[in-house]
Protein backbone atom coordinates (compact mmCIF):
# COMPACT_ATOMS: atom_id res chain seq x y z
CA UNK A 1 0.00 0.00 0.00
CA UNK A 2 1.01 3.48 -0.58
CA UNK A 3 0.88 5.93 2.21
CA UNK A 4 0.00 9.67 2.25
CA UNK A 5 2.76 11.96 2.46
CA UNK A 6 1.26 13.01 6.16
CA UNK A 7 1.15 9.38 7.18
CA UNK A 8 4.96 9.23 6.28
CA UNK A 9 5.87 12.14 7.88
CA UNK A 10 3.94 11.02 10.76
CA UNK A 11 6.40 7.98 10.93
CA UNK A 12 9.53 10.16 10.37
CA UNK A 13 8.52 12.62 13.39
CA UNK A 14 8.59 9.80 15.47
CA UNK A 15 11.68 8.68 14.52
CA UNK A 16 12.94 12.26 15.05
CA UNK A 17 11.70 12.69 18.40
CA UNK A 18 14.18 9.27 19.51
CA UNK A 19 17.13 10.21 21.20
CA UNK A 20 19.16 7.46 20.36
CA UNK A 21 18.13 7.24 16.46
CA UNK A 22 17.86 9.41 13.39
CA UNK A 23 16.08 9.46 10.29
CA UNK A 24 18.92 9.07 8.21
CA UNK A 25 19.58 5.54 10.00
CA UNK A 26 16.50 4.53 7.86
CA UNK A 27 14.91 3.90 4.32
CA UNK A 28 11.53 3.85 3.09
CA UNK A 29 10.14 1.22 0.37
CA UNK A 30 6.88 1.83 -0.91
CA UNK A 31 4.81 0.70 -4.05
CA UNK A 32 3.40 2.56 -6.58
CA UNK A 33 -0.33 3.45 -6.06
CA UNK A 34 -3.03 1.18 -6.23
CA UNK A 35 -0.03 -1.51 -5.38
CA UNK A 36 -0.95 -4.40 -3.45
CA UNK A 37 2.69 -4.71 -2.10
CA UNK A 38 3.72 -3.50 1.71
CA UNK A 39 5.33 -0.28 2.41
CA UNK A 40 8.34 -1.00 4.62
CA UNK A 41 10.68 1.35 6.82
CA UNK A 42 13.83 -0.19 7.40
CA UNK A 43 16.82 0.28 9.32
CA UNK A 44 19.94 0.42 6.86
CA UNK A 45 22.63 -2.57 7.18
CA UNK A 46 20.38 -4.67 8.80
CA UNK A 47 17.66 -7.20 9.23
CA UNK A 48 15.31 -4.81 11.05
CA UNK A 49 12.05 -3.72 9.64
CA UNK A 50 8.43 -2.15 9.75
CA UNK A 51 6.22 -3.35 6.89
CA UNK A 52 2.47 -2.51 6.58
CA UNK A 53 -0.33 -4.06 4.38
CA UNK A 54 -3.24 -3.28 3.45
CA UNK A 55 -6.38 -5.56 3.81
CA UNK A 56 -8.31 -6.03 0.66
CA UNK A 57 -11.40 -7.51 2.50
CA UNK A 58 -11.36 -4.15 4.84
CA UNK A 59 -11.58 -0.42 3.90
CA UNK A 60 -8.85 1.55 5.93
CA UNK A 61 -7.83 -1.80 7.42
CA UNK A 62 -4.30 -2.78 7.64
CA UNK A 63 -1.75 -5.68 8.95
CA UNK A 64 1.68 -4.89 10.29
CA UNK A 65 5.02 -7.14 10.77
CA UNK A 66 8.43 -6.36 12.47
CA UNK A 67 11.25 -7.13 13.45
CA UNK A 68 12.24 -7.01 16.24
CA UNK A 69 9.69 -7.70 18.46
CA UNK A 70 8.91 -7.20 22.03
CA UNK A 71 9.84 -10.86 23.24
CA UNK A 72 10.21 -12.70 19.86
CA UNK A 73 12.01 -12.04 16.60
CA UNK A 74 9.14 -11.18 14.31
CA UNK A 75 5.89 -9.73 15.78
CA UNK A 76 2.29 -9.94 13.30
CA UNK A 77 -0.41 -7.87 14.67
CA UNK A 78 -4.17 -8.94 13.88
CA UNK A 79 -6.23 -6.03 11.30
CA UNK A 80 -5.82 -2.30 12.63
CA UNK A 81 -6.50 1.07 11.30
CA UNK A 82 -4.22 3.52 11.22
CA UNK A 83 -3.90 4.59 14.94
CA UNK A 84 -3.20 1.17 15.93
CA UNK A 85 -0.06 1.22 12.77
CA UNK A 86 1.61 4.19 14.62
CA UNK A 87 1.20 3.12 18.59
CA UNK A 88 3.15 -0.68 16.85
CA UNK A 89 5.12 2.02 15.30
CA UNK A 90 5.75 3.33 18.40
CA UNK A 91 6.60 0.02 19.93
CA UNK A 92 9.41 -1.01 17.27
CA UNK A 93 11.07 2.27 17.73
CA UNK A 94 11.47 0.88 21.34
CA UNK A 95 12.09 -2.37 20.52
CA UNK A 96 14.37 -0.95 17.93
CA UNK A 97 16.61 1.01 20.72
CA UNK A 98 16.60 -1.63 22.92
CA UNK A 99 18.49 -3.83 20.43
CA UNK A 100 21.04 -1.80 19.13
CA UNK A 101 21.99 -0.95 22.67
CA UNK A 102 22.46 -4.78 23.36
CA UNK A 103 26.19 -5.98 23.85
CA UNK A 104 26.51 -8.78 21.39
CA UNK A 105 27.65 -11.51 24.15
CA UNK A 106 27.78 -14.30 21.04
CA UNK A 107 30.18 -12.23 18.72
CA UNK A 108 32.55 -11.27 21.76
CA UNK A 109 33.00 -14.49 22.70
CA UNK A 110 33.76 -15.82 19.01
CA UNK A 111 36.80 -12.77 19.53
CA UNK A 112 38.02 -14.30 22.58
CA UNK A 113 38.24 -17.39 21.05
CA UNK A 114 39.89 -16.77 17.71
CA UNK A 115 42.88 -15.10 19.70
CA UNK A 116 44.40 -17.91 21.58
CA UNK A 117 46.82 -19.67 20.53
CA UNK A 118 46.55 -23.18 21.90
CA UNK A 119 49.50 -25.67 22.56
CA UNK A 120 49.38 -29.08 20.26
CA UNK A 121 50.94 -31.42 22.29
CA UNK A 122 48.73 -31.67 24.66
CA UNK A 123 46.98 -35.45 24.54
CA UNK A 124 43.96 -36.31 26.07
CA UNK A 125 45.38 -38.91 28.64
CA UNK A 126 44.26 -38.31 32.60
CA UNK A 127 46.51 -36.06 34.34
CA UNK A 128 49.52 -38.20 36.74
CA UNK A 129 50.01 -37.43 40.41
CA UNK A 130 53.11 -35.29 39.27
CA UNK A 131 51.17 -33.42 36.24
CA UNK A 132 47.97 -33.10 38.60
CA UNK A 133 50.24 -31.25 41.26
CA UNK A 134 52.05 -29.13 38.22
CA UNK A 135 48.46 -28.14 37.44
CA UNK A 136 46.97 -27.36 40.55
CA UNK A 137 50.77 -25.16 41.23
CA UNK A 138 49.81 -23.25 38.23
CA UNK A 139 46.30 -22.32 39.02
CA UNK A 140 47.03 -21.42 42.20
CA UNK A 141 49.55 -18.91 41.19
CA UNK A 142 47.09 -17.32 38.56
CA UNK A 143 44.35 -16.99 41.71
CA UNK A 144 46.79 -15.67 43.92
CA UNK A 145 48.10 -12.93 40.75
CA UNK A 146 44.61 -12.04 40.18
CA UNK A 147 44.84 -8.99 43.16
CA UNK A 148 46.89 -7.48 40.47
CA UNK A 149 44.07 -6.70 38.39
CA UNK A 150 41.54 -3.98 39.60
CA UNK A 151 38.78 -6.37 39.30
CA UNK A 152 35.80 -5.46 41.73
CA UNK A 153 35.66 -7.89 44.94
CA UNK A 154 32.45 -9.76 43.39
CA UNK A 155 34.38 -10.33 39.90
CA UNK A 156 37.30 -11.79 41.81
CA UNK A 157 35.98 -13.96 43.95
CA UNK A 158 33.47 -15.46 41.03
CA UNK A 159 36.70 -16.43 38.73
CA UNK A 160 38.54 -17.55 41.88
CA UNK A 161 35.69 -20.56 42.75
CA UNK A 162 35.75 -21.35 38.83
CA UNK A 163 39.47 -21.81 39.19
CA UNK A 164 38.81 -24.20 42.73
CA UNK A 165 36.17 -26.22 40.68
CA UNK A 166 38.35 -26.46 37.54
CA UNK A 167 41.51 -27.64 39.60
CA UNK A 168 38.70 -30.41 41.12
CA UNK A 169 37.93 -31.52 37.40
CA UNK A 170 41.15 -32.13 36.76
CA UNK A 171 41.67 -35.06 38.65
CA UNK A 172 39.22 -36.81 36.28
CA UNK A 173 39.44 -34.71 32.79
CA UNK A 174 41.80 -35.64 30.30
CA UNK A 175 44.31 -32.69 29.59
CA UNK A 176 42.71 -31.48 25.85
CA UNK A 177 39.49 -31.87 27.87
CA UNK A 178 40.15 -30.10 30.68
CA UNK A 179 42.16 -27.21 28.79
CA UNK A 180 39.21 -26.75 26.21
CA UNK A 181 36.70 -26.44 30.05
CA UNK A 182 39.64 -23.69 31.20
CA UNK A 183 39.39 -21.60 28.30
CA UNK A 184 35.67 -21.78 28.28
CA UNK A 185 35.03 -20.89 31.18
CA UNK A 186 37.38 -18.24 31.57
CA UNK A 187 35.60 -16.69 28.71
CA UNK A 188 32.33 -17.13 29.83
CA UNK A 189 33.07 -15.67 33.16
CA UNK A 190 34.10 -12.78 31.54
CA UNK A 191 31.67 -12.26 29.68
CA UNK A 192 28.82 -12.32 32.80
CA UNK A 193 30.91 -10.49 34.80
CA UNK A 194 31.23 -7.89 32.45
CA UNK A 195 34.81 -7.36 32.99
CA UNK A 196 36.29 -4.45 30.71
CA UNK A 197 38.36 -4.49 28.06
CA UNK A 198 41.38 -3.46 29.97
CA UNK A 199 41.01 -5.99 32.67
CA UNK A 200 40.13 -8.80 30.42
CA UNK A 201 43.81 -8.13 28.75
CA UNK A 202 45.31 -7.91 32.02
CA UNK A 203 44.12 -11.33 33.13
CA UNK A 204 44.68 -12.30 30.04
CA UNK A 205 48.40 -12.02 29.97
CA UNK A 206 48.56 -13.31 33.13
CA UNK A 207 47.07 -16.36 32.21
CA UNK A 208 49.39 -16.66 29.43
CA UNK A 209 52.35 -16.24 31.22
CA UNK A 210 51.20 -18.58 33.96
CA UNK A 211 50.70 -21.23 30.97
CA UNK A 212 52.96 -20.51 28.76
CA UNK A 213 54.92 -23.04 27.09
CA UNK A 214 52.29 -25.25 28.85
CA UNK A 215 49.00 -25.67 27.08
CA UNK A 216 49.09 -21.99 25.40
CA UNK A 217 51.82 -21.05 22.98
Keep these: MKLLLSQKNELFKFIENRESLSPGQFTINEPQANSSEDTSIRLKDSNYYFAIFEDSEYVKSYFVNYVPGLDSYLEISSRIGWNEITEHFRKWLDNLTR ?119
Excluded: C
Excluded at 102 to 125: C, H, M, Q, V
Design 99 to 217: ELKEPNYWERLGREISAINFSTKFDNSKFSAREYEELKSKVEHLSQNLNSIPLLVQQQNEIKEELRRLTELAKDLGKFDWMNLFIGTIISVVIQLSITKENVEILWNLIKSTFNNYFLK
